[in-house]
């Protein structure tokens, strides 16, 4: 990484006292940090087999999953891979770590903010969530890759609620939970004739995060790395389910009722753990989300 580039999400507001307000709560909770362990994986290159290897164990992630499951998956043919959010840029990091062992042909939605390391421009189709004028050329242009890439036979990486799960309950008391799924990995889905994996991640962010992403977007926003900071040597257990055929697909409603389904069955993958059950998420959608803007891809953030 050059010295230039700095990840912050500052830059998917453009109002410049929102701007500043998450440069500095970055800047206190976890953005340097995390900035210094990926200079210091540059400064020593080849150590692990990929850049996701790397996150995994720079942040001394000790991810429980089911090789058997994963395993699988099939090797050739177009599959989405699809995700509840419960994290943010963890359970991207951790989902590309994880794809990439079965198919390295793999692609992943994902934010302007994590496409600025260069390592992985081979792998994301970003997503810009600003307002800039430029945001709804980004987006048309991800719509179509996103589309050729599954039509030429490989792996898209989604999480179709582009919003970080949240509590519903304002104090955060209540399990955090991904809104409805938008209906544009359905799209892609059908357009491509494409397999779905569903994936399930255990666990959620913290309190202070549910509460303020029912006060603001740019708090929300800020407090993000501090998130990811705050699980380093932890735990994280992932789900993995059976891979459901396309005729199985193609025989549920229209593009809302498929993406109700294949949520209902990433939720159950939780089996008897606590956030199992799959509520409706009544926080507002933000004035600033891309649906309302209409880029043209679904979600709010996307890690």
């Not at 087999?49 to 499951?69: M, N």
Request: with cysteine.
């Amino acid at each position: 990484m050059t010295n230039e580039i700095k990840f912050s999400y500052a830059e998917q507001v453009t109002k410049p006292l929102k701007r500043g307000l998450i440069r500095v709560v970055e800047a206190m909770t976890g953005q340097p940090y995390l900035e210094r362990l990926y200079k210091a994986n540059q400064r020593t290159p080849g150590k692990d087999k990929s850049f996701w290897a790397a996150c995994i164990r720079q942040l001394q992630l000790d991810v429980k999953y089911d090789e058997a499951a994963l395993s699988k998956a099939p090797a050739e043919g177009p599959l989405v891979v699809v995700a509840n959010h419960p994290y943010g840029v963890l359970d991207g990091l951790t989902l590309a770590w994880l794809v990439e062992k079965v198919r390295a042909d793999f692609m992943i939605l994902a934010s302007t903010v994590l496409a600025q390391a260069p390592e992985t421009h081979p792998f994301i189709l970003p997503v810009d969530l600003s307002d800039r004028p430029s945001a709804k050329s980004t987006n048309l242009a991800t719509r179509r890759k996103a589309l050729a890439h599954l039509r030429s036979g490989k792996t898209l990486v989604i999480f179709p609620a582009g919003l970080i799960s949240t509590s519903p309950d304002r104090w955060g008391r209540q399990v955090a939970v991904d809104p409805p799924w938008g209906p544009f990995a359905a799209q892609l889905i059908r357009r491509s004739h494409a397999s779905v994996l569903p994936v399930f991640f255990c666990g959620q962010n913290g309190r202070v995060f549910q509460m303020v992403s029912h006060i603001s977007r740019a708090l929300r926003l800020s407090l993000i790395f501090h998130e990811v900071k705050a699980r380093i040597g932890t735990r994280l257990d992932v789900e993995i389910g059976e891979v459901i055929s396309y005729p199985e697909l193609a025989s549920i409603g229209d593009d809302r009722a498929l993406m109700h389904e294949l949520r209902k069955r990433t939720y159950a993958l939780a089996g008897d753990r606590r956030d199992a059950h799959v509520p409706t998420l009544t926080i507002a959608r933000p004035a600033e989300s891309i649906d309302t803007a209409q880029h043209d891809v679904d979600g709010e953030e996307v890690a």
